[in-house]
């Protein structure tokens, strides 16, 4: 944990800690430095995201834009040499999030930190609202937050997405979050047929919507198939483009789909436990 720094989505500053406070926290947990060195370190980072001046401010007392920029000056305290970004723009707006993309670029090239960000796969509200034609549909009809797993969701936005991030901020990987536990049966119509054609069957209407019901199993089992193309699928482009790009599933065989890694991912995160899954 030493060797890794994290950004999260909200700036998860602690409110009662100051900002000097809040920067040494990671150096008070895991640095045997005396204290005055750490508080060094720390003023040190703070001045590398320009917030001199700022130590004995609370986070309630400076803005959205600041606090973030206090969050990674905590995520470089211990120079690490890997720095994982959670959507670090969420809820900035457009100027401050380039300041804070710009920043983070600079400084993971200036000290060689190895750079891995956030993106959404299959969970994906915002591109399922603009784009309902490609959005999953459950059982009542209603539309699902998380894509098609057949549509044209990779092409048109995930992938070019991700070459952005490559080659606009020379990212080293990516945490693609919001995958397995997200995947839900598509009951469109021409997904249902789909199923019935693949198993050489017909429902007669009566699609199976839970455990116990008939074909229900094996249309869990269509749907998964379906999901295991979707990564293949990403995770093969990518990589046929960026080699030395690194791609990190979360949840994907893990507790929520506990099967050995069919894909050719880097590394996993998520719930690994034991009990439940193959990878842990």
């Known amino acids: 944990r ?9 700036a998860a500053l602690f409110d009662s800690l100051s900002v000097l406070e809040n920067v040494m926290f990671p150096l008070n947990m895991f640095s045997d430095d005396p204290y005055e060195d750490r508080v060094k370190r720390a003023r040190l ?19 959205g834009g600041m606090q973030k920029r206090v969050a990674i000056a905590r995520a470089i305290a211990l120079q690490p040499k890997y720095l994982f970004c959670d959507e670090p723009n969420s809820g900035l707006d457009p100027q401050t999030s380039l300041i804070i993309d710009e920043l983070i670029h600079g400084i993971t090239e200036e000290y060689g930190i190895r750079l891995y960000m956030h993106i959404s796969g299959v969970f994906d509200r915002k591109y399922c609202e603009e784009h309902p034609e490609d959005a999953t549909i459950f059982a009542d009809q209603t539309p699902s937050p998380s894509v098609r797993l057949d549509g044209k969701y990779l092409d048109d936005y995930f992938i070019p ?14 945490w693609v979050d919001g995958d397995c536990w997200s995947v839900d049966i598509d009951y469109r119509a021409d997904a249902i047929k789909a199923f019935e054609q693949k198993m050489g069957i017909s429902l007669g209407g009566n699609v199976p919507t839970k455990k116990g019901d008939p074909y229900f199993e094996e249309l869990l089992e269509f749907t998964r198939e379906k999901y295991r193309k979707f990564l293949n699928y990403y995770v093969d482009t990518l990589h046929s483009k960026y080699p030395n790009l690194e791609i990190c599933v ?9 099967e050995e890694v069919c894909a050719d991912v880097d590394f996993l995160s998520g719930d690994l436990n034991p009990y439940q899954s193959f990878n842990s």
């Open 45 to 63: 980072c703070l001045s590398r995201v320009d917030l001199n001046g700022t130590d004995d401010k609370f986070p309630g007392e400076i803005s």
């Open 250 to 258: 979360n949840w994907a065989f893990s507790d929520h789909m506990p």
């Open 2 to 10: 030493r060797e890794m720094g994290m950004i999260f989505q909200s």
């Open 161 to 174: 997405q991700v070459c952005e991030l490559v080659e606009k901020y020379a990212i080293d990987g990516i």
